[in-house]
C-alpha cells in the first residue's frame, strides 16, 4: 500500500506552510495524505493522555491509506491552492525570533509561538490549551484497526443520546470525512465548542445522519503530556514523584489524591517557602486535589498567575504543614 505514495518525512517545521500541515503539533509523529494539488485527503495519528500507542496500529494506518487513496481516485484534478504571497510558517511569529536561524523549530514550538502571540495580543486564556479534544468525550470510542468504526459507545454519552452503537462506521464528523482517529480529532478541533456537532454514519450499510449535542466542557481532558505547556508560565517550582498506592496507604491517603514527593532539587522559590528534600505534597490553597505529579505541574501552569503566592499543604514525616510559595514571575 505504501508504494502507492510518495513518501516524505518533515523532521523540523522550519519553513512549513501551516495552513497545509495544520494539526497537533504537541505530537511525536503524524501523518497526512495530500494530493500533489495540495489537497489533504486525511491524516493518522494521535495521542492518548495514558500513552502515545493507544490510537496506532499498523492495520489501522493501512484502512486510513486505504481512505485517502479511494478519495483520490475519485477526485478531479484541483487548480493549485490558492495562498498568501508569502506562506505562513512558524517563523513569522515574534517569539520563534528567538530561535537561532540554525536550529531546528519543533513541532510544540509552533503551539507555544501561538500562544505568545495570544498573550501579547491580551486575548490567551487558560481554555485555549484544550485543544484537539478526545473523541471519547462525546462517548465516542474508535476501533484501533479501524478508525471510523465505533468500539464501544458510552452509557449516558452525547453520542449514545443521538442513537449511535457499536459497530456504526463513522462518515462525516462536522462535514469532514473520517477514516481515522486523527481524522475524528481534526474534525472535532474545528467543531463549535457550544453547538451541536452534525455526524453521519452508517449502519448494516444504510446511511443515517444527525447532530450531536456535546456536554459543557466537552473540550476539557487530561493536557499534562503536552510538551508546550512546559514553557506556560508560572512553574510551579516543585519537582518530584508520585507516591506509590502503599506508600499512600501508609500515610492514610487515598489512591487516587495527589502525593509529590519533593525530589533532591529543591528550587529557590521552594526553598524560599520552606519545602524541604522528601516533603509530600497532597495540595494546594486547603484544596484536595485527585491528580498525578505532572498534572499538579499542569493544574498550577493554568490556574496560577506568575507572582501569586499559593499555599503548599505538606506532609512532612507524618505532620501537616502549610507552606507559602510565591511563584517566579
Known sequence: MASQFVLLQIG????????LFDFDYDLTWMAFFVSADEKVYGRYGGR??????RYRSLAGLRHALEAA??????????PPRSAPQVARTPEQYPAAKRLSASSCIHCHHVHECRREALQAAGTWRAELEY???????LGLALDVDRGDRLRAVTKGSAAAGLGLAPGDILRTVN????????????ALQRAPSDRAIALTWERAGKAQGGTLQPPPDWRKTD??????LRSLQPDPSVHGEDLTAAEKKALGLESRQLALRQGPFVTA??????LQTGDVIIGVDG???EMTARQFDTYVRLNYRPGAEVILNVLRSSKRLDLTLKLPQ
Open 131 to 137: 485543544i484537539y479534544p478526545l473523541p471519547e468525550n
Open 269 to 274: 522559590p521552594a526553598r524560599f517557602a520552606g
Open 175 to 186: 462535514g469532514a470525512a473520517v477514516a481515522s482517529f486523527g481524522d475524528v480529532q481534526y
Open 223 to 228: 493536557i499534562s503530556w503536552r510538551w508546550s
Open 287 to 289: 484544596h484536595r486535589l
Open 48 to 53: 492518548h493522555p495514558d500513552g502515545v500507542h
Open 69 to 78: 487513496l479511494a478519495a483520490h481516485r475519485r477526485d478531479q484534478p484541483q
Open 12 to 19: 523540523s517545521m522550519r519553513g512549513v506552510d501551516l495552513d
